[in-house]
């Protein structure tokens, strides 16, 4: 959502811009970062509610509003047939992989677990199918093997999105998992979020400058039981690739994410 929020805010959608963000859930991140750009927002609350009750309370709104496009950043929930007629052919949806392989929950772990060699992204139109609307767009990124943990490289993630992934994902138990965040403390744009995240998982976090590099001796100095921990490096692009070689010669199977939310 927040990707969609600059884009929308720089120009790089033309002639469009963001009516609306709306939620099920109150307590969603995603309404805080809607109205930091000072966008409009509606919760529209499903708990105990019908479906279809649900569904004509958003398309009500909708249409009051004049929407033309909706896009579904995050919104985990099937929707009825009325409001797909309502809105046939002009709702977005992005799905963690390259449809129509591994659709529904957990994408990039069932990707995994058929030890596919690649795994992404799909942008699609949504239909009656569960993920299984026309194709837009689609990006491939690699998925590598290393020891004990199998792992996606998700490169130039926007958001904390990939982030929270990471670390929901992770079998450790609290207090096994190590977070090392490549940036500077004060810099990073969601750095805050990203300390609650680490919290919320039990996680310690350590931040590293990028001109400090990331070898196996520092990485050692960081977390000295390194091979026992599930350890996470997040960062932008380039010094997640890095960090490969350090987290090698450390001899930990690394989970690797690249996220914007790094700068």
Same mark, same amino acid.
């Given at each position: 959502?927040?990707?969609?929020?600059?884009?929308?805010?720089?120009?790089?959608?033309?002639?469009?811009?963001?009516?609306?963000?709306?939620?099920?859930?109150?307590?969603?991140?995603?309404?805080?970062?809607?109205?930091?750009?000072?966008?409009?927002?509606?919760?529209?609350?499903?708990?105990?509610?019908?479906?279809?009750?649900?569904?004509?309370?958003?398309?009500?709104?909708?249409?009051?509003?004049?929407?033309?496009?909706?896009?579904?950043?995050?919104?985990?929930?099937?929707?009825?047939?009325?409001?797909?007629?309502?809105?046939?052919?002009?709702?977005?949806?992005?799905?963690?992989?390259?449809?129509?392989?591994?659709?529904?929950?957990?994408?990039?772990?069932?990707?995994?677990?058929?030890?596919?060699?690649?795994?992404?992204?799909?942008?699609?139109? *949504?239909?009656?199918?569960?993920? /299984?609307?026309? &194709?837009?767009?689609? +990006? #491939?990124?690699?998925?590598?093997?290393? !020891?004990? =943990?199998? *792992?996606?490289?998700?490169?130039? /993630?926007?958001? &904390?999105?990939?982030? +929270? #992934?990471?670390?929901?994902?992770?079998? !450790?138990? =609290?207090?096994?998992?190590?977070?090392?965040?490549?940036?500077?403390?004060?810099?990073?744009?969601?750095?805050?979020?990203?300390?609650?995240?680490?919290?919320?998982?039990?996680?310690?976090?350590?931040?590293?400058?990028?001109?400090?590099?990331?070898?196996?001796?520092?990485?050692?100095?960081?977390?000295?039981?390194?091979?026992?921990?599930?350890?996470?490096?997040?960062?932008?692009?380039?010094?997640?690739?890095?960090?490969?070689?350090?987290?090698?010669?450390?001899?930990?199977?690394?989970?690797?994410?690249?996220?914007?939310?790094?700068?």
């Amino acid at each position: 959502m927040v990707a969609l929020a600059e884009a929308a805010r720089d120009g790089r959608i033309p002639n469009a811009e963001i009516a609306v963000v709306i939620s099920d859930q109150a307590n969603a991140g995603g309404l805080v970062k809607a109205e930091e750009f000072g966008l409009e927002t509606l919760i529209v609350e499903r708990r105990g509610r019908p479906r279809v009750e649900h569904d004509r309370e958003v398309i009500a709104a909708l249409q009051s509003r004049h929407i033309d496009l909706i896009c579904l950043a995050g919104y985990m929930r099937v929707l009825s047939r009325e409001f797909i007629d309502a809105y046939r052919g002009r709702i977005l949806n992005i799905h963690p992989s390259l449809l129509p392989s591994f659709p529904g929950l957990d994408a990039q772990q069932q990707a995994l677990d058929h030890a596919a060699t690649s795994s992404g992204c799909t942008v699609h139109f *949504v239909d009656e199918t569960l993920d /299984g609307g026309p &194709i837009i767009a689609q +990006r #491939a990124v690699p998925t590598v093997t290393m !020891g004990r =943990a199998r *792992v996606a490289l998700l490169a130039g /993630g926007p958001g &904390i999105a990939p982030v +929270r #992934a990471l670390l929901e994902d992770l079998p !450790g138990a =609290a207090g096994d998992v190590a977070l090392i965040c490549v940036g500077a403390r004060d810099r990073a744009p969601l750095g805050d979020e990203i300390e609650a995240l680490a919290r919320r998982r039990g996680a310690e976090v350590h931040w590293v400058a990028p001109e400090d590099g990331l070898t196996g001796e520092r990485l050692r100095a960081l977390v000295p039981d390194i091979a026992a921990r599930d350890v996470c490096v997040a960062g932008p692009t380039p010094m997640v690739e890095a960090a490969r070689a350090g987290l090698r010669a450390a001899g930990v199977p690394p989970r690797l994410v690249s996220s914007e939310a790094f700068g």
